[in-house]
């Protein structure tokens, strides 16, 4: 126990080297060996989760694009189609003035052509009376009678037609 | 002699307890076991790079092995065997390889020629006290451990003298295994200090 001897711990230092290297190779290097693996699977694994992070980032700034072009094209659209209904309403609208003034127009015209035959009609008419009415005092007596007679006949004749026609 | 034979026997079961223990280890869902050793090793492992900084990593696997093998040794009485560390050839042995690794880590840190100079540090005055430390230092850290573990021996085989029943039960968790594990603990924090200590210089 208290002797010392050269060899004795010669062979201890032996002894405590050979133990360092093997455990050395045993027990610290399988375990560092494990760890950096696991590290650098984690490492992979986060490397691999921002690269689909930012992936999925392009994605949807991609998609937001899309939807805002999609919203402003159905804008577009919905424009276009609101100015060519109004075109077309405008369109419609102003042929069917055209058309009803043409009509207005037409029946003015027809009207006017009515009542012109109508007086026509009627001057004939008070000309052939004229005509009787003179044919008639030339025919009958002449005198008061006659010519009260004649007045109030002319007067029945014209009178009548007066109404029938203006009315 | 006697202890070269334990110390042998010490070493085959910890290399053949190290293969059990590494041989499935997995790096997807570890294990029960495998999460204790990575534990315990990583502990270990941090507690000599604390105390020998970034520079000294080097010699923490060395560090590792001297307190794993100190531990053992001072807990393989609780079996029955004899310590290897109550041999002074051991203890002797043990402070010899750590002066040289000190005195290594200082001329391979500063160079030849500044680990001679660093024994003029921090005075002129101090060297022959610097020099002197290179004897004085394996010594202290040879005899503490010797001393510790023959210290507890002794006492302990009183008191199993007085009443070998029940009695000797607390003390044997101070000396056999508070005291063994404190002192493997001592030797290899003043070893990891001396080395930073002439790496840092």
Known sequence: MLNISLWNMVGVVVEVLLLYVLLKKFLFKPIKDIQEKRQAMIDGQMQKADAANAEALAFKEQYAQKISGVQSESNQILEDARKQAKNEYDRIVEQANGEAGDILVKAKKNMELEREKAMREMETQVADLALSAASKILGSKTGTDSDLNLYDQFLDKAG?????TLN | MESNVII?????????????????????NPGKKQLMLEAGIEWLENFFKDLLGEQGSRYTPYMMTVIIFIAVSNLSGLLGFKPPTKDMNV???????????????????????????????????VTPINIMEIAIRPVSLCMRLFGNMVGGFVVMELIKGICPVLLPFP??????????LIQAYVFCLLTSLFISEQIEA
Do not use: C, N
């Open chain 1, 160 to 164: 009548d037609t007066d109404d029938r």
């Open chain 2, 91 to 125: 203890t002797a042995a043990l402070a010899i390889m750590s002066i040289v690794l000190i005195e290594y880590a200082g001329i391979h840190a500063q160079g030849t020629l500044g680990w001679v100079k660093s024994f003029t540090r921090p005075m002129a005055l």
């Open chain 2, 8 to 28: 042998w026997g010490i070493i085959a079961v910890l290399v053949l307890l190290s293969i059990w223990l590494t041989h499935d280890l997995k790096v997807e």
């Open chain 2, 171 to 180: 003390f044997t968790l101070y000396f056999d295994i508070f005291d063994g």
